[in-house]
């Protein structure tokens, strides 16, 4: 068998599908008990993109029974009306997770607004008492596409512990919160970055190498070590022959006789990032219920 026969391509299409079963499963469970979460989506603006997603984020919670509140607002929306709707969404006890599609429009204070969501409902995992908490290891909503990452090395190597973990990229949305996670499962993290020297000959360190720097094709087989796992998060969109295709930060041929198992782009991790968007919602209830219990957030009625 040749080297490249032998390499796992880690099927994000799949595990997404075993993650989504299983919040169905959870759904179920919680709507036969009387409760059914909901998540609500807020767009503002006409960025065709974000209007994509949005759609498939409500369409999958509608698949796993989540109820979903869609609010589509026009570009021209005041950061005022912004914060007021989500003052609106945060005291709604129908609503578990709320998500604000980025970019928001250049008048729009984005931290301002992402901080105005209530951390037991941030499913983006964006609020600074998440990001606090994740570094602190506590167990609060994080990040989903980082999640997802962590489900496929989970999934594809079991035990993480020992293992040297190189992030490429230190973005607040992949890159810091998948180092944190990684040291959570007990890896050694290097994260470099666009200022690192000898990037490279660190990359080539990496037992796992996640590639989150937004650059196509960047890391080829000098960069990788002999069987190491690479998660590649980079969606890059270029032209090959008079096309358009989606390729990741790694060239994914030129590594495949190097590495032990790789994601594709596209069918890598994309797929993750929404299934779990709907664990977190699920996430979110439970952390609610557990204020509730608490009693440090109002007990909703019937009580």
């Not at 970019?103 to 037991?120: C, G, T």
């Not at 999934?155 to 998948?178: E, F, Y």
């Not at 919602?281 to 019937?302: G, N, Y």
Request: hydrophobic share 45%; charged share 20%.
């Amino acid at each position: 068998m040749s080297a490249v026969a032998s390499v796992k391509i880690i099927d994000g299409k799949a595990t997404s599908a075993r993650v989504l079963a299983e919040v169905r499963e959870q759904v179920l469970a919680l709507r036969e008990a009387g409760t059914q979460p909901g998540l609500a989506v807020v767009l503002v603006g006409s960025d065709a993109a974000s209007q994509v997603y949005v759609r498939n984020k409500v369409l999958r919670a509608e698949e796993v029974g989540i109820r979903s509140f869609e609010h589509r607002l026009p570009a021209d929306t005041t950061q005022d009306e912004l914060l007021r709707l989500i003052a609106l969404l945060n005291a709604d006890r129908a609503v578990n997770g709320i998500l604000v599609q980025l970019p928001l429009p250049a008048h729009v204070d984005e931290h301002q607004v992402l901080q105005a969501i209530s951390p037991l409902k941030d499913v983006d995992g964006f609020h600074s008492a998440n990001v606090g908490g994740l570094a602190q290891g506590r167990d609060v909503l994080t990040p989903c596409t980082p999640s997802g990452c962590m489900r496929l090395l989970h999934d594809t190597c079991g035990d993480l512990s020992g293992k040297h973990a190189v992030v490429v990229g230190r973005s607040n949305i992949v890159g810091k919160p998948m180092a944190a996670l990684l040291l959570q499962a007990d890896c050694t993290v290097t994260v470099v970055h666009s200022r690192t020297r000898d990037l490279q000959v660190l990359c080539r360190q990496a037992d796992i190498l996640i590639a989150a720097v937004g650059k196509p094709r960047l890391i080829d087989a000098d960069w990788l070590k002999p069987g190491a796992i690479v998660i590649d998060v980079g969606i890059n969109r270029i032209e090959v022959e008079g096309r358009s295709r989606l390729v990741g930060d790694v060239d994914f041929e030129a590594a495949l006789p190097q590495v032990a198992a790789i994601t594709p782009v596209p069918g890598g991790v994309g797929p993750m990032t929404i299934a779990c968007l709907m664990k977190n919602t699920l996430l979110a209830l439970d952390l609610q219920q557990q204020a509730v219990r608490e009693e440090r957030i109002p007990c909703p009625s019937p009580c």
